[in-house]
């Protein structure tokens, strides 16, 4: 036989290759690898798509949005039978909440802040949280006019809505709703959205750390679900490094 030197450093008689979609961008691993330099990283995901890919798995919804929402922007991923696209980034994020609001109450975003918090625990008063709500609506003018073009874009008539911070319970009522030009209903992705959608029953040793570890389960359900190759899988010894990304 001819003997191959792969290109990954050990010699075989044959060399296979297995490639799969990290959604993962080249410069993004390299820092990830920088900062967690004498490391040994198991996994590097990308949330927005990551999560997509795994919601489009379990979800009734053959056409929807995905909208990763952290503290200055939000990641927007179509999903469209399984085929998944980075649509954009809108310059928005949960902080500006509380910026909007301080400004139209002569609050110090801080103080905004923390009186956010107590109408998210219910705190306040019903006609309090009416006035709240307005506000709030008026404040997410230009969140909803961007979901709303890649909704009429995409024709998705469903939308996630995934947030590093908590967000209030309007982004999920009929006010909220009704801002749009379309039939398009809004869903939460939590530890619930998870076990409705794959049967799976979830546990924690600790309490209070439930929100952020829900983008962890879906990445890690994105990596239980993964095709995989059975040739691979029955190969007992052989030897496998995994390049990522390419």
Same mark, same amino acid.
């Given at each position: =036989?001819h003997r191959v030197v792969s290109?990954?450093?050990?010699?075989?008689?044959? /060399? +296979?290759?297995?490639?799969? $979609?990290?959604?993962?961008?080249?410069?993004?691993?390299?820092?990830?690898?920088?900062?967690?330099?004498?490391?040994?990283?198991?996994?590097?995901?990308?949330?927005?798509?990551?999560?997509?890919?795994?919601?489009?798995? =379990?979800?009734?919804?053959?056409?929807?949005? &995905?909208?990763?929402?952290?503290?200055?922007?939000?990641?927007?991923?179509?999903?469209? +039978?399984?085929?998944?696209?980075?649509?954009?980034?809108?310059?928005?994020?949960?902080?500006?909440?509380? +910026?909007? /609001?301080?400004?139209?109450?002569?609050?110090?975003?801080?103080?905004?802040?923390?009186?956010?918090?107590?109408?998210?625990?219910?705190?306040?008063?019903?006609?309090?949280?009416? =006035?709240?709500?307005?506000?709030?609506?008026?404040?997410?003018?230009?969140?909803?006019?961007?979901?709303?073009?890649?909704?009429? $874009?995409?024709?998705?008539?469903?939308?996630?809505? &995934?947030?590093?911070?908590?967000?209030?319970?309007?982004? &999920?009522?009929? $006010?909220?709703?009704?801002? &749009?030009?379309? $039939?398009?209903? /809004?869903?939460?992705?939590?530890? !619930?959205?998870?076990?409705?959608?794959?049967?799976? +029953?979830?546990?924690?040793?600790?309490?209070?750390? !439930?929100?952020?570890?829900?983008?962890?389960?879906?990445?890690?359900?994105?990596?239980?679900?993964?095709?995989?190759?059975e040739r691979i899988d029955r190969?007992?010894?052989?030897?496998?490094?995994?390049?990522?990304?390419?």
């Amino acid at each position: =036989g001819h003997r191959v030197v792969s290109p990954i450093g050990f010699t075989a008689r044959t /060399f +296979e290759s297995h490639f799969v $979609q990290t959604y993962l961008r080249r410069d993004f691993a390299d820092l990830i690898k920088r900062s967690l330099a004498g490391q040994s990283p198991v996994g590097i995901v990308e949330l927005a798509p990551t999560v997509a890919k795994a919601l489009s798995r =379990g979800t009734t919804h053959p056409r929807f949005l &995905f909208c990763g929402v952290t503290p200055r922007t939000t990641a927007v991923v179509g999903v469209d +039978e399984g085929h998944i696209e980075t649509l954009g980034t809108l310059s928005w994020g949960s902080s500006h909440l509380a +910026e909007y /609001f301080g400004e139209h109450l002569a609050l110090r975003t801080e103080v905004a802040a923390e009186v956010i918090r107590a109408y998210l625990r219910g705190a306040c008063s019903r006609a309090l949280t009416r =006035g709240f709500d307005a506000l709030f609506l008026d404040g997410l003018a230009f969140f909803i006019k961007g979901i709303n073009r890649y909704a009429e $874009q995409t024709a998705a008539r469903a939308v996630y809505l &995934f947030a590093v911070e908590p967000l209030p319970p309007l982004f &999920f009522g009929a $006010q909220f709703r009704h801002r &749009f030009s379309g $039939q398009v209903s /809004f869903h939460p992705v939590t530890d !619930e959205t998870i076990r409705q959608s794959f049967g799976y +029953e979830v546990r924690y040793r600790k309490s209070g750390a !439930e929100d952020r570890l829900t983008a962890v389960l879906l990445a890690f359900l994105e990596h239980e679900l993964a095709p995989r190759d059975e040739r691979i899988d029955r190969s007992a010894g052989r030897r496998v490094r995994w390049l990522s990304p390419l």
